[in-house]
């Protein structure tokens, strides 16, 4: 192969090896350094003390908005136990997955408690966007049309109000938010008596959870911190323009010059070996 030949080459395997490099690291591009600066960490220590801490509080009357133009009071939901989730309509894959996962427990505990034996709540905490049409939509599109399960949107200070009294922590990270995934069990009176957690959870630790409830009973407390999950919505970011929780198509374009790039590699390299065995 001539010296020239031999430079084009190297000038190729530069250029490949740096876009890699940017891509794996994300430090050359323009909008690294605010990406960077924004992201948070939920501190799961103090996130599962908060949430474990809530056993024993009491639930306020709050009262919250619903996707049919109304509204409900928690305290019109007394008298039986209570399931609160939260989850916020820009996610795409772990709210979605934690409330088909409450769905499948929820039916499961119906078989086993009865129909009518428990309500259910989740409300929407990315506020304003989770108003009450997001969250009637989300219910929706998750396949949910149970009589006793109410998706909800709260005020600012009713939402701050709630996720103290049922210890629930977040914090917003790029593209989303690092949040418990919890679901609080509620008594017949308005008390905190067990959290549930993860997006995968037994089946059966929810129908044990709400048995407590209906015996008045609380559950032991829980020092795993493996029981957390962290949530961090992967591939989106968050545009403060729309407000909105949109794909982040860069991601693609570098993966698909990065793709272009070894491909063009292999071709020239190719091309030269096949000129140089024809001479």
Not at 35 to 57: C, H, K, M, T, Y
Not at 130 to 141: I, K, N, S
Not at 210 to 232: H, K, N, Q
């Amino acid at each position: 192969m001539s010296g020239k030949r031999r430079g084009l080459l190297r000038a190729c395997i530069a250029l490949l090896c740096g876009g890699l490099a940017a891509l794996a690291h994300g430090a050359d591009t323009p909008d690294a350094e605010p990406v960077q600066a924004a992201v948070q960490r939920l501190d799961q220590a103090e996130a599962l003390r908060a949430s474990q801490g809530a056993i024993g509080n009491a639930l306020g009357d709050h009262r919250l908005r619903d996707g049919r133009g109304g509204s409900l009071r928690l305290a019109d939901l007394r008298g039986k136990p209570l399931l609160v989730s939260f989850v916020y309509t820009g996610c795409f894959q772990v709210c979605p997955t934690t409330t088909r996962t409450l769905a499948r427990a929820v039916n499961s505990a119906m078989g086993a408690l009865g129909t009518d034996a428990f309500n259910v709540v989740t409300i929407g905490f990315n506020l304003p966007f989770d108003g009450p049409e997001a969250m009637g939509a989300f219910g929706r599109q998750q396949g949910i049309h149970l009589p006793n399960w109410h998706f909800l949107s709260p005020d600012p200070d009713t939402l701050r109000a709630l996720a103290d009294e049922l210890g629930f922590r977040y914090v917003p990270v790029t593209g989303g938010f690092d949040h418990l995934t919890q679901v609080s069990v509620i008594d017949g009176s308005g008390v905190v008596v067990a959290q549930v957690y993860g997006d995968g959870f037994a089946l059966s630790a929810l129908t044990d959870a709400l048995e407590l409830a209906l015996r008045g009973e609380r559950a032991e407390p829980v020092d795993a911190i493996g029981l957390l999950e962290r949530i961090r919505i992967l591939c989106t970011y968050y545009d403060p323009v729309s407000g909105e929780y949109r794909f982040k198509y860069a991601i693609i374009l570098e993966l698909a010059g990065g793709v272009t790039g070894i491909v063009a590699l292999a071709l020239f390299v190719a091309q030269r070996r096949r000129a140089g065995a024809l001479r």
